[in-house]
């Protein structure tokens, strides 16, 4: 019999990926883009949809050419998508604005004055989605008020999924899960939710048309089908969000299974079959599928707050590590993991870039306390890893509050790399932590969606057998009392610092 294969199309935040999986779930090619973010000027984050675009494609066609010359059956092709996108276009389609991301934050002053009202608290309870500058709703009010005749002229707001199958097909359609982190779908209905509507300014015909993440679109244009080298017959799903697809993804579909993920940001998510939102607005609630929803909450500063540390305090053992060709942050854990646990009483707020989950303030600012004569460079590396798994921690606290207890824990993104790291993360939670065998986690839940939108599985669960557990972590008691001392003292700092954090954030080069 012939082999036959999916591609999982992950348009995300710094690159696309196509990746191919056969039916057994192993992945069998894989190509990636990158492309850059574009800021203007400060608060700005925007990507050129047509770079994107073109990323998707060449991706495309590489991995689809892959399969053709091994003589793979290409069975469809599905997608997952970076949340919180916005793009205003014409009649024909065209951009008139470029593709305004999840990182701009020039709405925040809209955001802050909505998450601090009646009507934007309904909203949220409505909606499943926090009060923030990453989510359309602020940022169409911001156009409303800053671009009018750009707001007046536009015929569709759209999000770079859609700008991608519009191209492919010439339909407007978002599936729930992308419409569900918008800030204007109503979770519980699933439809446009008409009090956000009112609020931004625009009625549902400038919107797309939801369909579920089944949704399934055949006969591509010929002159796609061509430049891609695909059947136009060949069948595309439109898919889900990249944080709902990571949970299927990594196997984790059963109430009480819980996701993190740490790459530039980070996540903590799990599934639940209804959607709950929460008192305190800390937490957001996406939809998979219309019985399958994912709870969770993201943060902005996740390995970028490494990454930062690295640049700015361990540029000379970098520098020293590509020219033997070494990996500096194997380095940077040695040193981490020789300071104790707890970082001899070092507390470091991670807010370099302002926080999502669970404060959800884009003002706020990062700090360490509590510091000491005898603390070492190497102390402010294990607070600071500490102060990441510690409001990550936060997040897991508020969704054990709101859905109940977290079963176990399957890490994914980059600092699943790092034992230290997720040792830290099964110490803190005092969960065990499970690494799989998949590292593209949402490339692989959009083929699995593709699978059971086709009918090539029964349901979802059918997956469970293409995912295998490669390591477990298990958690140290006496390590999670030794890290909730810290923790007790983190909970307390954020509220008790606000103002001065705020203030921080208005100095020049803050």
């Not at 196509?18 to 984050?45: C, H, N, W």
């Not at 608290?121 to 009010?141: N, V």
């Not at 361990?314 to 040193?335: F, G, P, V």
Request: charged fraction near 20%.
């Amino acid at each position: 019999m012939k082999q036959q294969a999916l591609i999982g199309m992950d348009i995300g935040t710094t690159s696309t990926k196509a990746v191919a999986f056969d039916m057994e779930g192993k992945m069998l090619f894989r190509e990636a883009i990158e492309y850059p973010i574009i800021s203007t000027q400060p608060d700005y984050a925007e990507q050129d949809p047509e770079v994107v675009l073109k990323a998707v494609l060449d991706t495309l066609s590489t991995v689809a050419l892959e399969l053709k010359i091994l003589g793979v059956e290409l069975m469809g092709v599905s997608f997952s998508s970076a949340m919180h996108s916005l793009i205003a276009v014409d009649a024909q389609g065209d951009p008139l604005t470029k593709c305004i991301i999840w990182a701009d934050t020039r709405s925040k002053v809209y955001a802050t004055n909505l998450k601090g009202s009646v009507i934007g608290h309904d909203i949220y309870l409505h909606t499943g989605t926090p009060l923030h500058p990453m989510s359309p709703l602020p940022k169409l009010r911001w156009l409303r008020d800053h671009e009018p005749l750009l707001f007046k002229n536009t015929v569709k707001f759209i999000g770079i999924k859609e700008y991608v199958f519009f191209r492919l097909f010439g339909e407007y359609k978002i599936d729930y899960s992308i419409a569900s982190a918008t800030g204007l779908f109503n979770i519980f209905k699933f439809d446009w939710h008409l009090d956000s509507l009112e609020l931004a300014g625009i009625t549902k015909d400038k919107l797309s048309e939801p369909v579920p993440p089944t949704h399934t679109f055949r006969n591509m244009k010929p002159d796609y089908a061509t430049l891609l080298n695909i059947p136009a017959t060949v069948p595309f799903v439109i898919g889900a969000s990249d944080g709902c697809l990571a949970n299927l993804g990594s196997n984790a579909v059963r109430p009480g299974d819980a996701v993190v993920t740490i790459g530039t940001s980070g996540a903590v998510r799990v599934m639940a079959n209804e959607p709950a939102t929460d008192i305190q607005e800390r937490i957001f609630s996406y939809i998979l599928t219309s019985k399958r929803f994912v709870l969770g909450g993201a943060v902005n500063n996740g390995g970028v707050v490494l990454r930062w540390f690295r640049d700015n305090f361990y540029a000379s053992e970098t520098a020293l590590a590509a020219q033997e060709n070494e990996d500096i942050y194997e380095l940077m854990n040695k040193r981490a993991a020789a300071v104790p646990p707890g970082a001899d009483g070092l507390i470091f707020l991670p807010y370099l870039l302002g926080e999502r989950a669970p404060i959800w303030d884009p003002a706020a600012r990062a700090c360490f306390f509590g510091v000491h004569y005898n603390h070492t460079r190497e102390h402010f590396l294990r607070a600071l890893m500490e102060g990441v798994m510690f409001n990550v921690y936060s997040v897991g606290r508020a969704l054990e509050q709101t859905t109940g207890p977290i079963a176990a824990i399957y890490a994914n993104g980059g600092f699943s790399r790092s034992d230290l790291w997720v040792q830290m993360l099964a110490d803190i939670f005092n969960k065990e932590v499970h690494l799989t065998d998949t590292h593209e986690g949402s490339a692989f839940g959009a083929v699995i969606m593709g699978m059971y939108a086709l009918g090539l599985i029964t349901n979802l669960e059918d997956a469970a057998a293409m995912i295998r557990v490669k390591k477990t972590f298990v958690p140290d008691p006496k390590l999670h009392s030794r890290y909730m001392q810290n923790f007790s003292l983190f909970n307390e700092l954020y509220p008790k610092l606000k103002d001065c954090l705020h203030k921080a954030s208005h100095h020049i080069g803050a």
